[in-house]
């Protein structure tokens, strides 16, 4: 079955970085488009960058752009996304996603907690 690990989450002070990590399992990992969300305590689920299968495309949401960046390296199914100059308002949880065959799939997702 589908299965998404993420990992590299952490307590960080503003301006720090990190990367976190999510490797996948079920599926043929390099024929799907790979997305990372995030979720704050009392907002939704936002969508912060996407990759296309083979690399081909990335996208990041305009709030983090210049700070954000997705990988992904299919001969270890992974994705990635480095995270820098960190703020307070970065703090939440990041989920890793795939749709495979119409149907959404999360993993258990990672804490990332900026503060000073």
């Known amino acids: 079955q589908v299965r998404l690990v993420e990992s590299g989450g952490g307590l960080v002070q503003p301006g720090s970085s990190l990367r976190l990590s999510c490797t996948a399992s079920g599926f043929t990992f390099g024929n799907y488009e790979m997305h990372w969300y995030r979720q704050a305590p009392g907002k939704e689920r936002e969508e912060v960058a996407n990759i296309s299968p083979s690399d081909r495309y990335r996208n990041v949401d305009d709030s983090v752009w210049d700070r954000f960046f997705i990988s992904r390296d299919n001969n270890r199914n992974t994705v990635y996304l480095q995270m820098n100059k960190l703020t307070p308002a970065d703090t939440a949880t990041y989920y890793c996603?795939?749709?495979?065959?119409?149907?959404?799939?999360w993993g258990q997702g990672t804490q990332v907690t900026v503060s000073s």
């Open positions: 996603n795939v749709k495979v065959r119409a149907q959404d799939y």
